[in-house]
């Protein structure tokens, strides 16, 4: 059977060899995969400015859903979102400017 690569982002498995490794950590599903796992870690300020610069999703506000979901390059955050972003974001900064005194 010979090894097998697992890939923690995509949660599977296959046959391990340059050409299958090198095909799927360039493919589409591997990449999106991995900039949803490090999305995570993003701190709130980064979130608030990115989603900011984008325009909304006219689909996603009209039926609240769009076909593209996280690949979408317009924003699905509503005014009441983007409001609750902003105060965790202050919040944060006042946290840190407290603990620093």
Known sequence: MGKRYFCDYCDRSFQDNLHNRKKHLNGVQHLRAKRVWY???R???SILQEEQSKKPCRKFLQTGQCDF???CRFSHMTEQDLEK???QVQGES???K???D
């Open 98 to 100: 407290t603990s620093r």
């Open 69 to 71: 979901g996280s690949n």
């Open 85 to 87: 972003l902003s105060a």
């Open 94 to 96: 006042w946290n840190k």
């Open 39 to 41: 999305d995570l870690f």
């Open 43 to 45: 701190d709130a300020a």
